[in-house]
């Protein structure tokens, strides 16, 4: 392992050279033992950032992600308890040392600690990737074998997000036995939704998936059991290396190649299967939910379903129109806005850099616009007739 440090702001950050192997204590006491304070080198003491007490957050990624990655961990720490620290390692996909400069800048606070570890994905062998996911996405998979041994809790935040609420809130959930508590997937939320959900024919056509593990009779899970999205975790990493889950997701991968949808989250809900914990759902709205006419064609009651839409403690921009292309239509999308322009990114919007491939994405995005109004407005018709015919009963 190899190691080096980026003066930026004030502040010492280290830079963690592996190879997908696990950092020994050793390692991770130099990690922590200095810091930059007004111009000067200070050693850390050891309960500068309590280990049970605050938070430890992993997020992953690249040099095309800076951007997002920039908006998320600044409204992870605007909206952080002022008593509580921030530990912080960053699983770098090759972020280059002029945008972790940038990144550093945008996150004016004094309170964390930044940890970037440099991944060798060779690792990962031949995982299957398509769309708009790359390798970084499998990395948190890795997380037991990356991060030093004394790191035995993590809250794992994918760099699509945007945090509104105190993410202290989420770090003194009780694990109570589970390996990790996420939230049910409301784009896919049952192993098989058709069985599963008592309302399915009035939700199929806004779900993303009926089935998001394929071959789950071959596995032997349960259809009715909840199906999680994997970009808000709290994640038991002590009991992840105890079981090598790391290994244990990465033959999953391997055995059922053919079968794996939406990547690691495939391995992740397999293995963990009977073996997490649910969180309240607002800690990781999709954007599927916007795709529910209302409470009666989605997977929730009438109060979680407005819960969920109107107030999330965390958005998640789950599809592939990011709120940074052009091609998005989520109804947030300026909340992302809202946090970036408190980054050195202020005042960045992708219309700024036309090009002529932006004429065909803005042509693309209309077309959607057209074609979800259809949607909402054939499904509005058929809730109306419904409710006429239950009435002309009565």
């Given amino acids: 392992m190899k190691s080096h440090a980026l ?24 990690a922590l033992q200095a810091f930059w304070l007004d111009g000067a080198l200070v050693h850390q003491t050891k309960n500068a950032v309590d ?3 605050d938070p430890v957050v992993v997020l992953a990624a690249d040099e095309n992600f800076a951007i997002p990655l920039a908006a998320t961990l600044r409204s992870v720490i605007d909206n952080l308890s002022p008593e509580r620290m921030l530990r912080i390692y960053i699983l770098d996909a090759g972020i280059g040392a002029a945008t972790k400069e940038r990144l550093v800048r945008s996150w004016p606070d004094e309170r964390f600690q930044i940890h970037w570890v440099d991944v060798d994905s060779s690792a990962l062998g031949l995982v299957p990737v398509s769309g708009h996911v790359n390798l970084v996405s499998y990395y948190r998979i890795l997380m037991p074998r990356l991060l030093p ?15 509104r609420a105190d993410l202290a809130r989420l770090w003194d959930c009780e694990l109570d036995g589970h390996l990790c508590l996420a939230a049910q997937d409301c784009a896919a939320p049952f192993v098989d939704s058709s069985v599963a959900l008592k309302n399915f024919e009035r939700c199929r056509s806004h779900l993303g998936s009926l089935r998001p593990i394929e071959n789950y009779r071959e596995l032997g899970l349960n259809p009715c059991a909840a199906y ?3 970009g808000v975790l709290l994640v038991d990493l002590a009991a992840w290396r105890a079981a090598d889950l790391s290994g244990q997701m990465l033959a999953c991968l391997e055995r059922n190649r053919e079968h794996v949808r939406w990547w690691d989250q495939y391995a992740l809900n397999v293995m963990l299967a009977g073996r997490w914990g649910a969180l309240d759902p607002r800690w990781n709205q999709g954007s599927n939910v916007f795709a529910f006419p209302s409470w009666k064609q989605s997977p929730f009651d009438r109060a979680v379903f407005e819960q969920l839409r109107d107030d999330p403690y965390v958005i998640h921009f789950t599809t592939r129109y990011k709120p940074w292309l052009l091609s998005c239509l989520h109804p947030l999308r300026s909340q992302f806005y809202e946090y970036l322009d408190r980054t050195v990114w202020a005042g960045w919007r992708p219309w700024k850099k036309m090009r002529l491939t932006t004429i065909f994405e803005i042509a693309k995005t209309q077309e959607r616009r057209m074609r979800l109004a259809r949607r ?15 009435q002309a009963e009565m």
């Fill in 228 to 230: 999680f999205n994997a």
């Fill in 51 to 53: 280990a049970c007490h």
């Fill in 376 to 390: 909402r407005l054939r499904s509005r018709i058929i809730e109306l007739l419904e409710s006429r015919s239950t």
């Fill in 149 to 163: 041994n004394d790191v035995q809790r993590v809250i794992y935040l994918d760099a699509d997000l945007i945090i």
């Fill in 7 to 30: 003066r930026s702001n004030g502040c010492l950050i280290l830079v963690v050279r592996t190879s997908a192997t696990r950092l020994t204590s050793s390692h991770a006491a130099f």
